[in-house]
């Protein structure tokens, strides 16, 4: 593939808002189908369980506290992608840990939904993807480490901050198809 175009800068670009609004995880499953975007789209129109719509589920955090972090390397011609998804929980309790406990040993897909109203797809690859068994995908995202603690004196923060980390053979895809969160419930679904 050639280079074929320029890359501009608007003034909207210029106006746009870092940070992360909303989380959803889900673990890969037998069945799940992923269709991407037509070339030269670079995106998923739609993740579905096995032909119905994907059940999320919602990860609330501390304001200002996740981000979306992409480091490419290059070796021998091939480049991976390592897609960091950070998030802080305040106040640890049994209840954030036992749910935590359940994202140790699984296989998981995440969108992170920036305050631009973009949804970036992590822990799904188009390249080198498993074509027969799409759940069987390797460029799954996993957890990379948890770190908090009670803090020492009144002022510090109790919480603990979660770090997932997919390496992918492509840039996160944005997903363009439809997304239903229901906040009260802490679930989300995605469809065409």
Same mark, same amino acid.
């Given at each position: %593939?050639?280079?074929?175009?320029?890359?501009?800068? *608007?003034?909207?670009? /210029? @106006?746009? &808002?870092?940070?992360?609004? @909303?989380?959803? =995880?889900? #673990?890969?499953?037998?069945?799940?189908?992923?269709?991407?975007?037509?070339?030269?789209?670079?995106?998923?129109?739609?993740?579905?369980?096995?032909?119905?719509?994907?059940?999320?589920?919602?990860?609330?955090?501390?304001?200002?506290?996740?981000? =979306?972090?992409?480091?490419? *390397?290059? +070796?021998?011609? #091939?480049?991976?992608? +390592?897609?960091? /998804? #950070?998030?802080? !929980?305040?106040? %640890?309790?049994?209840?954030?840990?036992?749910? /935590?406990?359940?994202?140790?040993?699984?296989? %998981?897909?995440?969108?992170?939904?920036?305050?631009?109203?973009?949804?970036?797809?992590?822990?799904?690859?188009?390249?080198?993807?498993?074509?027969?068994?799409? #759940?069987?995908? @390797?460029?799954?995202?996993?957890?990379?480490?948890?770190?908090?603690?009670?803090?020492?004196?009144?002022?510090?923060?109790?919480?603990?901050?979660?770090? !997932?980390?997919?390496? @992918?053979?492509? =840039?996160?895809?944005?997903?363009?198809?439809?997304? &239903?969160?229901?906040?009260?419930?802490?679930?989300?679904?995605?469809?065409?």
């Amino acid at each position: %593939m050639a280079i074929d175009t320029g890359l501009g800068v *608007t003034c909207a670009d /210029l @106006q746009a &808002t870092g940070g992360i609004k @909303q989380i959803l =995880l889900r #673990s890969w499953a037998t069945g799940d189908v992923v269709n991407y975007g037509a070339a030269g789209t670079h995106s998923i129109v739609s993740i579905l369980e096995t032909a119905a719509d994907a059940n999320w589920f919602v990860y609330e955090f501390k304001n200002e506290t996740p981000a =979306l972090t992409i480091n490419a *390397t290059k +070796e021998n011609g #091939s480049t991976a992608f +390592e897609c960091g /998804l #950070s998030f802080m !929980l305040p106040k %640890m309790d049994v209840t954030k840990f036992s749910e /935590l406990q359940n994202l140790l040993n699984t296989c %998981m897909m995440g969108i992170a939904i920036d305050t631009n109203d973009k949804a970036f797809v992590i822990g799904v690859s188009e390249k080198y993807a498993n074509e027969d068994v799409p #759940s069987k995908n @390797q460029t799954f995202l996993n957890l990379a480490s948890m770190e908090g603690g009670t803090g020492a004196a009144y002022s510090d923060e109790n919480g603990i901050t979660v770090s !997932l980390m997919a390496r @992918q053979f492509e =840039l996160p895809r944005e997903y363009a198809g439809t997304i &239903t969160v229901d906040t009260s419930a802490l679930t989300a679904t995605t469809g065409a």
